[in-house]
C-alpha cells in the first residue's frame, strides 16, 4: 500500500507516518516546515522516518507543487495550527494553508482511484456547543482557525458529493503526548512547573477540554482509512474532560512542585469548555479511546 501524508513533519503526521512505515506501507511526505514553531522540533518528530527506506520526503509547499503521487490513502494533517494566532492580517495564513491547500489536493486526487482520503479537523468547527459536542450539532466557530477547519470539512463533503471523493473528516479534540507543539497546554505547563516558571492561564481555569492521547488519534485515522464508510465526519476525543486548574493540580503531584499561575483575561477565539460524543466513531469505526489524561500525563 502507498500513502500520502501531509504535513508529516508535525506533532500527529509524524506519529502517523511512523505507525504506517510500521505497517510497511510506502510513504511519501509534504511538509513545507512552516516557520510557527522551531523547524529543530519537526526534523526532531522524523527522526525514524528519515532513515527508513519506504519514506521520502517532499519538502515543498503543496499550493506550489505541480506534481502528486499515485497514491491508495491521502493523509491531509497538513494546516496552519494556533485559535489565538488567526486573526488579523494572520487570517491569510489561514485560509492559504488551510483551506487553498485543501482545495488543491482535493481537486487533484478526484481523478485519482485512491481509497480514502482522510482530513484533519478540529473540534474548533463547534464553537460554544451544548455539551457534550456531537456530529449533528449546530457548528458555530468562534475563532478563524475554526472558521478555516470548517471550511475544509465542507470541501471534503462537497468533493465526495460531486466526484465521489471517499472522504473522511476527523475532528480532533486538543491531541497530546511528549512530541506536542511547544504553544499547547500541557508541554507548557509541564516545562514551566519543573522550571518553576510562572504559567499564564487565559481566563479563570475553570474551563474545561476534552484531552485525546495522540496513539489514539492515529488509530482513529487506520479505522477511517480502511473503513467502507465515506463522506462522514467524526468526533475523535478522550470522551471525558479536565479543568485547566485541575489539570495543574494533577501536573504539580506528579512532577512534586507547585505551579506558579497568573490568571490573564479570556482571549477571543476561545471556547469555554470541549467534550466530544464518541458514540458515532465507536459504531461506526470500531474506535475507542484507550488513554485517559490523568493516566498519561505522567510520561510527559
Known amino acids: 500500500m502507498k500513502a500520502l501524508v501531509t504535513g508529516c513533519a ?11 512505515l510500521d505497517l510497511d506501507y510506502e510513504v511519501t511526505d509534504i511538509d513545507c516546515f512552516t516557520d510557527y514553531y522551531s ?3 519537526k526534523e526532531a518528530n522524523l527522526s525514524n522516518a528519515l532513515d ?3 519514506f521520502k520526503l517532499i519538502e515543498e509547499d503543496i499550493l506550489n507543487m505541480h506534481k502528486f503521487p499515485a497514491v491508495d490513502y491521502v493523509f491531509h494533517q497538513a494546516a496552519q495550527a494556533g485559535v489565538r494566532a488567526s486573526w488579523g492580517k494572520s487570517f491569510e495564513i489561514y485560509t492559504r494553508n488551510n483551506i487553498e491547500a485543501t482545495q488543491k489536493l ?13 482530513y484533519a479537523s478540529s473540534s474548533s468547527v463547534y464553537g460554544d456547543a451544548e455539551l457534550p459536542m456531537k456530529e449533528d450539532s449546530l457548528l458555530k466557530p468562534v475563532s478563524p482557525y475554526g472558521v478555516t477547519k470548517l471550511a ?43 522550571n518553576n516558571e ?5 481566563g479563570d481555569g475553570t474551563q474545561t477540554r476534552d484531552f485525546t492521547f495522540v496513539d489514539d488519534a492515529v488509530d482513529a485515522n487506520m479505522l477511517a482509512a480502511k473503513n467502507n464508510i465515506i463522506g462522514e465526519v467524526f468526533n475523535i476525543g478522550g ?33 469555554r469548555d470541549t467534550w466530544a460524543d464518541v458514540s458515532k466513531a465507536k459504531a461506526l469505526l470500531n474506535w475507542n479511546p ?10 510527559l
Not at 198 to 202: A, C, L, M, Y
Request: with cysteine; proline share 2%; hydrophobic share 40%.
Open 198 to 202: 510562572e504559567i499564564t492561564v487565559f
Open 239 to 271: 470522551g471525558s474532560r479536565i479543568s485547566v486548574n485541575a489539570l495543574i493540580d494533577e501536573i504539580e503531584k506528579l512532577v512534586e512542585n507547585k505551579a506558579r499561575v497568573e490568571y490573564i483575561e479570556k482571549q477571543k477565539g476561545d471556547v
Open 52 to 54: 527508513h527506506n519506504n
Open 106 to 118: 482535493l481537486e487533484l486526487y478526484k481523478d485519482f482511484a485512491i481509497k480514502k482520503f482522510v
Open 290 to 299: 484507550r488513554v485517559d489524561i490523568l493516566i498519561r500525563i505522567c510520561f
Open 10 to 20: 508535525g506533532f500527529i503526521g509524524s506519529h502517523l507516518v511512523d505507525k504506517l
Open 152 to 194: 475544509g470539512e465542507n470541501l471534503c463533503y462537497l468533493y465526495w458529493k460531486n466526484y465521489r471523493v471517499p472522504t473522511v473528516s476527523l475532528r480532533y479534540f486538543t491531541v497530546y503526548d511528549p512530541r506536542q507543539r511547544p504553544d499547547m497546554a500541557i508541554h507548557k505547563f509541564v516545562k514551566a512547573i519543573l
Open 39 to 41: 523547524r529543530a522540533i
